[in-house]
């Protein structure tokens, strides 16, 4: 009867982490294309002096790459540096007052009934990052972002030098 409402909590979770990165993935998808777009002269001008389309895409992959590496370096020691004062922070708020009696013993006068509590002990549950995580999470960032630069970068590919200056 316990188990339910925890398989519940964790299925929202779950959704919520799904939909959380779904988004993530269209907001990089769109920031990429924005970049894109704000490099398209950059694109032509290399394009004229003889650079491929290929040369071009691959140095828009290696700086999204870098970038990737950098954010996901610079996420993984802010996280490990917080989980400790997080985790203890939230052990102390969901513990019962540690200066409160351990068992108390109440006397009904009412029903003439008697009734024990017991009050429960401080949490010591362990926050963690895991390897495996933050592994995932990096394996998802940086395919959702070259996979979204290649995408928005491909439509400007497409396009002459001669048409990117027209538009100049």
Same mark, same amino acid.
């Given at each position: 009867?316990?188990? @339910?409402?925890? *398989?519940?909590?964790q299925n929202i979770a779950n959704i919520?982490?799904?939909?959380?990165?779904? @988004?993530?993935?269209?907001?990089?998808?769109?920031?990429?294309?924005?970049?894109?777009?704000? *490099?398209?002269?950059?694109m032509g001008i290399l394009m004229s002096i003889g650079s491929s389309r290929r040369q071009i895409m691959l140095q828009f992959l290696i700086e999204v790459l870098v970038l990737c590496?950098?954010?996901?370096?610079?996420?993984?020691?802010?996280?490990?540096?917080?989980?400790?004062?997080?985790?203890?922070?939230?052990?102390a708020k969901a513990s019962p007052d540690l200066n409160a009696q351990r068992f108390v013993y109440e006397v009904? !006068?009412?029903?003439l009934g008697t009734s024990l509590h017991v009050n429960a002990e401080q949490l010591k549950l362990n926050y963690s990052l895991s390897v495996l995580s933050v592994v995932i999470t990096a394996?998802?960032?940086?395919?959702a972002s070259l996979?979204?630069?290649?995408a928005?970068?491909? *439509? !400007?590919?497409?396009?002459?030098? *001669?048409?990117?200056?027209?538009k100049w």
């Open positions: 009867a316990s188990a @339910a409402p925890l *398989r519940q909590v919520l982490i799904i939909v959380s990165a779904a @988004a993530c993935v269209v907001i990089i998808f769109l920031v990429s294309s924005m970049w894109a777009k704000s *490099r398209k002269k950059e590496i950098i954010a996901i370096i610079l996420a993984s020691i802010l996280v490990f540096l917080a989980i400790g004062g997080i985790g203890d922070m939230v052990n009904d !006068t009412a029903s394996g998802i960032l940086i395919i996979i979204s630069v290649a928005s970068s491909l *439509r !400007t590919m497409k396009l002459k030098p *001669r048409d990117i200056f027209s």
